[in-house]
């Protein structure tokens, strides 16, 4: 069975860091691309980083240099870094993974969701 399952979420002042982790079982080991997604209440679901089986990545603007995310195909895990959180970052953050070796940041691309962690971030 193919599950992906987040972790790290919480509440962090604003300016602060949080790591976010996502653990895959099932999957064969650095077989598939991941993204990151958040969602925000009342807010459509919008990407936030992306990696691909070959460790390249592609991140959004509006989050690059403040969002890092890396794989480790021997744990198969998929990090998510951020730094400088804002509170416009709170949202539940879900990870997601493709067959497609290369990743995208279209949420559509992704046929594999996992249930999302709360990230809060105040002011």
């Known amino acids: 069975q193919l599950r992906l399952v987040e972790s790290g979420g919480g509440l962090v002042q604003t300016g602060e860091s949080l790591k976010l982790s996502c653990a895959l079982t099932?999957?064969?080991?650095?077989?598939?691309?991941v993204g990151w997604f958040r969602q925000a209440p009342g807010l459509q679901r919008e990407a936030v980083s992306c990696?691909?089986?070959?460790?390249?990545?592609d991140i959004p603007d509006d989050m690059r240099g403040r969002a890092t995310i890396s794989r480790d195909d021997s744990s198969n895990t998929v990090d998510l870094q951020m730094n400088n959180l804002k509170p416009e970052d709170t949202g539940v953050y879900y990870c997601?993974?493709?067959?497609?070796?290369?990743?995208?940041?279209?949420?559509?691309?992704?046929?594999?969701w996992g249930q999302g962690t709360q990230v809060t971030v105040s002011s």
């Open positions: 997601a993974a493709t067959r497609s070796r290369l990743c995208r940041l279209w949420q559509e691309k992704y046929e594999h």
């Open positions: 099932g999957f064969t080991r650095g077989s598939y691309a």
């Open positions: 990696v691909s089986v070959d460790g390249s990545t």
